[in-house]
């Protein structure tokens, strides 16, 4: 489970490069009604402020490992976060209409399910560290309750997937189910003295040097061997920012993925599930030195050979798989009508455009 603060609201309408030129040609169509210098956007005469816009490119970037190399990259970047703030306000203006917006209530429940994970503290310095505030986060809470609604009632109560769809996909993929090898399901926790610039786990706990990281893996070894909860650990200590937030947990892995650290390898053999490891180190092939240690949990194996249809297993993920694609498909149709049927004047890919084109 992610236990992350939330983003800035994710966006799920993907942003086709034919749109975005129809709406930088807009301005050739005619005559436009003046604006102010802050105003980006307005959906329906509701107004996208530059501040916002500005808000998520900042938030963007600090999500993204490159930066723009150039003023147009950059251009096209806050072309795209404007889009995104459109297509969501058209969603949002749409559920208000069907009287689906979240509620208050529906809002600080929510929240209150998010702050239980911390203490007061830790949950104020998560906040600081995103660079958000409480009325933000609620903000973003309200939105993203509001478009779940919507979705719900619109797209995924019609969404049926039948034991007969079940099966004939499973018939046409038959040779996905069946394991070349064995895999293993593992969770872990991970400690090093690589410096972090964002927290990685719940308590902001980082080893800063090797003589730090050895004292903590021992420390939350012993925790366990005491008892404590293994994905709870991982999710206040463990310092891999991918499995930290989920419990540790790492999905299924193969013998082969695991050769690349043999010592990895022979402790899960050794492991029946529900089992834990000793303190493994992972050493670096360059210096031959230990450059993380970790502690890794086996949760189930699943052995080689034709996983068939009958097991629960297979078709809970097929369910899954199909439903997931109907609900993105109708998704993106959905956004494309509510787009169709909104009046949206982009006056952010209007001033690109008379600006460059010359």
Known sequence: MNTALPARLQRQVSIPVVLLMAAALLPVAGCKQEHKADVV???????????????QYEQQLAQQQQQPQSEDQANSLRLNVLRALIDEEIVQQRAAKMNLTATSEEVDTKLNEMKARYTEDQFNQQLAANHTTLDEVKH????????NKLLNKEINSKITVTDADVASYYNQHKSEYNLIQTEYHLAEILV????SPQPVNLQNSKATNDADARKKIQALKNRLDSGEDFGTMAMNF????ETAPNGGDKGFVTVDQMKVEPAVLNAVLKLKPGEVTPIVPLVD??????????VFKLIAIEPAGQRELKDPSV???IRQQLHEGRSQLLKNAYFEMLRDQAKVENFYAEEIFKNDAH
């Not at 959906?43 to 808000?55: C, L, Y």
């Not at 463990?238 to 920012?241: I, K, Q, Y």
């Not at 092939?285 to 970790?294: C, F, H």
């Open 41 to 55: 956007a307005t959906v329906n005469g509701h107004a996208i402020m530059k501040s916002e816009m500005d808000k």
């Open 140 to 147: 973003d809470l309200r939105r993203s309750l509001t478009q």
């Open 192 to 195: 090093t003295d690589v410096p």
């Open 238 to 241: 463990s310092e891999d920012p």
């Open 285 to 294: 092939p360059q210096s031959k030195k230990p450059a993380a240690y970790a």
């Open 315 to 317: 078709q809970q993920a």
